[in-house]
C-alpha cells in the first residue's frame, strides 16, 4: 500500500501529493510538526475521520477509509513519522543530544507558561468571585438595614391601626345598641296606642263644636302617621326597589363626601361612592356563592363583581378596600372627620341591613294600621272641613 494523496485540517489546510519513494515536509513548527505526524500515525491505526485521500493497493487506486486500511492487516505500532537529526547518517551525536536537549527544555518552558497562564487566571477569577462576594455581603446587610427600619414603621403603623379599630369596633357597638332601640321605637309590636289613637279621633269628632280646634288637632297626626309609615314602606310595591336605591344612594353619598372632606389623598366622592357600592356587590356574590344551592351563575356575578371592584381600585391607586378602610383608621387626620366618616359608614350598613332583613310580621302589622289610621284622619279631616 501507498498514500498517494491527502488533504485535512489540523487546524490548518493540508493538501499533500507524496512521492512514490520519499517525501519530505520542512518549514513546520513544532505544533503543526506534531498534528501533521498525529494524523499520519492515525491514517496508519484506520482513524480517517474528516480526512480525504486515495492509497494505492495492488495497483489500484482507492480512496481513503477505514475499511482500506482494515484490510491491509497492518502492524499495531504504527512508525515515526518525523524525521529527527539522530535518524541521518551525519552529525555529532553530543551535537544532536544537545539539541533534542535545548528542544525538551524549551517545551517545558512553554508547558511551564501555559501552567502559570491558567494558574493567573484562576487566582484573577477566585479574586473576581472574592470582590462579587463582599459586594452581595454589604448589599445583602444594607438590604437588611432598610428592612429593618421598614419593620419599625409597620410595627408603629400596626399599633396606630389597633387602636384605631379598637376605637371603632367600641362605636359600632354603640351605634348598634341604637340602632336596636330606634328600631324598637320605630316598629312596635303592639298595635295598643295606635288603636287608642283612632278612639280619641272618634270621640273628638262626635262633637261639631270647635271645627277650627280639632282640625288644628288633626293635622300633628296626619303629618307623624306620614313620617312613620315612610319609615317602613311597602315592599310589596313597584316603588320598593327605587326607593331602597335612593336610600342606599344618599347613604353612600353621605360617607363619600365626609371621606372627600377629610382629603383622602384627593379621592372623587363619585369614585370612593362607587367603590363602596362594588364592595357590597362583592359580599353580596360571596355570600350567594357560598350558599347550599349556590352554582355557576353566582360564581359568575361573582367574578363579575370583582373584576368591577378591582377595576374601581386601579383606578383610584389602590390595591385593595383594607387600604381604603386603612386610610380611614391610621389618625392621618383629624378625628372629628374621622368620627363623621365612621357614623357616616355605619349608617350605610344599617341602610343596608335595613334593606337585607325580611319583613317582619309586626312590621306589616304596624304598616297596616297606620294605613287605616291615616285613611280615618283623612275622613275626619274632610268631615271637619
Keep these: 500500500m501507498r498514500l498517494v494523496s491527502l488533504s485535512a485540517e489540523i487546524p490548518f489546510r493540508v493538501e499533500l501529493e507524496f512521492d512514490p519513494r520519499v517525501t519530505l515536509i520542512t518549514g513546520l513548527g513544532d505544533e503543526a510538526q506534531s498534528a501533521l505526524a498525529d494524523v499520519l500515525e492515525g491514517v496508519y491505526s484506520g482513524r480517517v475521520e474528516g480526512l480525504s485521500g486515495h492509497v494505492t493497493l495492488d495497483g489500484a487506486l482507492l480512496e481513503l477509509s477505514a475499511e482500506t486500511i482494515l484490510r491491509l492487516e497492518l502492524p499495531a505500532d504504527p512508525p515515526d513519522a518525523r524525521l529527527r ?4 547518517p551525519f552529525g555529532d551525536a553530543d551535537a544532536l543530544q544537545a539539541d533534542e536537549d535545548a528542544q525538551a527544555r524549551t517545551q517545558a518552558a512553554a508547558d511551564a507558561r501555559a501552567q502559570l497562564e491558567i494558574a ?65 321605637l320605630v316598629i312596635p309590636a303592639d298595635p295598643g296606642p295606635v288603636e287608642a289613637a283612632l278612639v280619641s279621633l272618634e270621640e273628638a269628632t262626635t262633637s261639631d263644636a270647635d271645627v277650627p280646634r280639632k282640625a288644628a288637632e288633626l293635622l300633628p297626626a296626619l303629618d307623624s302617621t306620614a313620617r312613620e309609615l315612610a319609615a317602613i314602606p311597602d315592599r310589596s310595591t313597584p316603588g320598593w326597589e327605587a326607593l331602597s336605591a335612593g336610600k342606599l344612594a344618599e347613604a353612600r353619598a353621605a360617607l363619600a363626601e365626609e371621606q372627600a372632606k377629610a382629603g383622602l389623598l384627593g379621592f372623587k366622592p363619585d369614585d370612593v361612592a362607587a367603590l363602596e357600592q362594588a364592595h357590597e356587590k362583592v359580599g353580596d356574590a360571596e355570600e350567594r356563592t357560598g350558599q347550599r344551592f349556590g352554582g355557576g351563575k353566582a360564581r359568575r ?35 372629628e372627620s374621622k368620627d363623621r366618616i365612621d357614623a357616616a359608614r355605619i349608617g350605610l350598613e344599617e341602610v343596608q341591613q335595613r334593606i337585607d332583613d325580611p319583613e317582619e310580621p309586626a312590621e306589616r302589622l304596624r304598616r297596616e294600621t297606620l294605613v287605616a289610621l291615616q285613611a280615618e284622619l283623612r275622613r275626619q279631616a274632610a268631615i271637619v272641613a
Aim: proline share 1%; glycine share 4%.
Design 120 to 184: 493567573v487566571g484562576q487566582v484573577a477569577g477566585a479574586a473576581r468571585a472574592h470582590a462579587d462576594a463582599i459586594q452581595r455581603h454589604l448589599d445583602a446587610e444594607r438590604r437588611m438595614a432598610e428592612v429593618s427600619a421598614q419593620l419599625d414603621e409597620l410595627r408603629k403603623g400596626r399599633e396606630a391601626v389597633a387602636q384605631a379599630i379598637g376605637s371603632r369596633e367600641d362605636r359600632a357597638a354603640e351605634a348598634a345598641d341604637r340602632r336596636a332601640a330606634l328600631e324598637a
Design 85 to 88: 537529526r539522530r535518524d541521518l
Design 301 to 335: 356575578r361573582l367574578e363579575e363583581a370583582r373584576n368591577e371592584e378591582q377595576a374601581l381600585l386601579a383606578r383610584m391607586g389602590l390595591h385593595s378596600y383594607t387600604d381604603l378602610l386603612l386610610m380611614t383608621a391610621v389618625p392621618s387626620f383629624d378625628v
